[in-house]
């Protein structure tokens, strides 16, 4: 997982203005996505040129429907935060949380953010398991080089003692804590759905099903 400093324009309330996001992003998943990209343009893309009877029509079928569900789930998730809220993008849908209507983040198989008695995953932000026995294991070596009067040797390089995940959770938390009184991250949560994902992806679905029914 990487995560990066950009300028996002939220709305911040008079006489406070809103800091640049800190943006989280799966380096994994982008990774994936443009080589599944790429994968389809390389056959999507032969089957246009080269294909014969509906071939073509098959393949520019199936390029309208995955194409968005590959961005959809690779390029697309991103978690936005400033000092005055949080920003989910998931795969169809973005959610605004003011600071004040997040109640808990956290991560156990997936990460999430609980606000009232609504759930929300942060896609962008997934889950190793093996990174977190890694980091555990790494945690204990530093914890018994520092009983023993040993100076640790993690303790002094750049090797993270949490995993990733874990630690982008907690850096959350923390500006969930700092935030969640001021008046600039009052609000209620605000829900939109990616409609620009979706409506391809019906389209080139019904088209693709059309296509193999009349053969």
Known sequence: MSSSDESQNSRPEPGETATPDRVFRSGAGIAGGVLLLGLGAWLGGDALVRGAGTAPWLALAALIAFVPLIVAYTLRPAVYANNQRLKIRNPFRTIVLPWAAVDDVRASY????????????????????????????????????????RTSVLATSDRPLRASA??????????????????????????????EVMAPVVAGGILLAVLLLIG
Do not use: F, M
Not at 175 to 195: M, N, S
């Open 110 to 149: 997936s990460c999430e953010v609980l606000s009232g008695e609504a759930k929300y995953q942060l896609w962008a932000i997934p889950v190793s398991l093996r990174a977190r026995k890694a980091a555990n294991r790494r945690q204990a070596r530093a914890a018994a080089e520092d009983t023993s009067g």
């Open 166 to 195: 874990d630690q982008a959770v907690d850096d959350l938390r923390e500006l969930a804590e700092r935030h969640g009184r001021d008046a600039a991250a009052q609000g209620g949560v605000e829900i939109r759905w990616a409609y």
